[in-house]
């Protein structure tokens, strides 16, 4: 029962799939980010069956094809961790000092840099799925989930900014001991999954547990921690640099 309001924590709030109600409290977010990286496994099991789908009916439109593949994740997800990538954008390319940049983040406006950035990564995005050739489908279902798994290890092992009320509230409640072990032994699952799969996947494990590790150091350089916004940026271009690496090397 603990983990199904997890689940169904993780999944109402991260994204928009129809979940029963339940309190945003205490004993339901104490093991939601373990739920967390399913919503990646999700989104990568539709990406694989629209694949396979469009496979099967021999669909001759591979640029609405790439189009719909990226369109996937940010349906499924709402949308949240690309807001996230766009206040941080805002933020980071302003170049003020930091009580400045937490003031952007929080502001509803969308700036220019923001739409410049998101255009680029639709784009290149885009096409990277227009120009992958012959998709592991094990690897794509596997990099939605390890940039889910990355995300909440985050949560669990880094600082937090004093300005980022939601994600001290899932710190918090969370039962860290327990959290942490399970999230590790899921990273351990993923990246033995990503090492088996060839060049392809230990390129796509590389670049996420770098991205990682810049993250952490980024995040503590400009806001004394990781935040919301911080958090869904990572996500995103996480996600962006492992398709890369599945799309340019053969």
Known sequence: MIFLRAIITAFSTYSIIPMPGLDFKEENL???LCAFPLIGSLIGLISVLFL????????DMPL?????LTFIPIWISGGIHLDGFMDTVDALSSHLPREEKERILKDPNVGAFA???LSLLLILTLSIWHGMKAPDCILIIAAYTQSRVLSALALVFFPVSKKSSLLKTYSQA???LPVRRI????????AAIMLLRGIRGIAALLLSLLSFIYYRHRAIKEF???????????????EFLML???SLIP
Not at 52 to 59: G, H, I, V
Not at 64 to 68: T, V, W
């Open 30 to 32: 104490r093991y939601s």
């Open 52 to 59: 396979y789908l469009t496979d099967y009916f021999a669909f």
């Open 64 to 68: 609405l094809k790439a189009a719909i």
């Open 115 to 117: 739409v410049i950035h």
């Open 174 to 176: 969370s039962d860290l």
């Open 183 to 190: 999230l590790i032994m899921l990273e351990i699952i993923i």
């Open 224 to 238: 004394g921690g990781i935040n919301g916004d911080m958090a869904g940026c990572f996500l995103t271009l996480t």
């Open 244 to 246: 890369a690496a599945f």
